[in-house]
């Protein structure tokens, strides 16, 4: 499909984009495990080598006539790689090199606003980041990397979501803001952390947006999540523990119907959404966050060039942006 170009152990696969492919849908939890069709026909799978490492495999799929890439976080066939062990850098690498201009990201946290159930629908408008030991940026070590965060989600995306949520009338609840705190995990967090996020603003709780949305960015790919809501964060409501069950009765047993209902929906959605941006031009500050360091000469066109571990470039020094 592609040459093969870099240094050994940096090896990149060079990959045409694919035609009317420019939005990846990228699964969350549950991502394995969809119905039958519900992101259409597959057309072709391939991992995308990276500086670094393989990200998860691509997929190409066409939905009536659609054509989108999606990539399932977790696992293919099962929950095969909790939230801090995704290599979100060669995801979002892939992502780029494959062309992609817009992400819709799926993720399943759990809820600290008393406004929310499990099985709504949130397109988040705002992260805390709690992450730790993640790689976090591509740009290490390069001096350049200082990118605003407001808004931290393309608004143009979750407007798009927005409008396509109102047209498919699924009645499913959905909040068109929240502020989502991203956890390290894998385990889950105590009732004090709980009560510590739920003080600093956090609506709901979850372990994957970062830095997956950061290095979004950083590559200026828009990038909007949509989160459907599984169950109950510690201490929010009275729950005991029930042995051997999914969250160990943090989910309600009456609500884990629509908690599914909800996963299933995000892909109609995500792909309902993209289809209506699809062949505009963006006009957003996710698209060109990038701007001034290529305006002054720090980097150049290429996005290979600007992240560490990837190409080396002839040209103006790097400097402090
Ligand atoms: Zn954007």
């Not at 499990?118 to 030991?133: A, E, K, Q, S, Y």
């Not at 970062?210 to 729950?239: D, H, M, Q, S, W």
């Not at 993209?274 to 701007?291: F, N």
Request: proline share 7%.
């Amino acid at each position: 499909m592609d040459d093969q170009r870099g240094a050994p152990g940096s090896i990149l696969i060079r990959t045409k984009p694919h035609e009317g492919s420019r939005t990846l849908l990228l699964g969350g939890s549950g991502a394995y495990a969809l119905p039958d069709g519900t992101l259409g026909r597959r057309l072709s799978s391939r991992r995308v080598r990276t500086p670094y490492g393989d990200s998860n495999p691509v997929h190409l799929y066409d939905k009536d006539g659609f054509r989108y890439l999606f990539l399932s976080r977790h696992g293919e066939r099962g929950y095969e790689k909790t939230a801090p062990f995704v290599n979100y850098r060669a995801n979002i690498y892939a992502a780029k090199s494959l062309g992609v201009e817009r992400i819709v990201a799926w993720t399943g946290p759990g809820i600290l606003s008393a406004k929310c159930r499990p099985g709504d629908l949130v397109l988040p408008d705002d992260l805390l980041d709690f992450t730790r030991g993640r790689p976090f940026t591509f740009f290490e070590g390069k001096g350049i990397g200082f990118i605003r965060q407001h808004p931290v989600f393309c608004e143009a995306l979750r407007a798009s979501l927005r409008a396509a949520w109102r047209k498919g009338r699924t009645g499913i609840r959905l909040h068109a803001e929240g502020t989502y705190a991203c956890t390290e995990g894998p385990r889950l967090e105590t009732p004090a952390e709980i009560r510590f996020l739920a003080g600093a603003g956090a609506d709901m709780v979850g372990m994957t947006l970062c830095p997956e949305a950061f290095l979004a960015r950083e590559l200026e790919i828009c990038y909007a999540p949509v989160a459907y809501l599984t169950n109950y964060a510690e201490g929010v409501k009275p729950l005991p523990y029930r042995r051997a069950t999914l969250f160990e009765g943090m989910l309600p047993a009456d609500d884990s119907g629509r908690v599914e209902r909800a996963k299933n929906a995000i892909p109609l959605l995500a792909i309902a959404a993209a289809r209506a941006l699809s062949g505009k031009e963006r006009d957003c500050p996710c698209a060109v966050s990038m701007e001034r360091y290529r305006r002054s000469g720090i980097i150049g066109d290429d996005f290979r060039t600007w992240v560490s571990g990837g190409r080396s470039r002839t040209g103006p020094g790097r400097g402090k942006g």
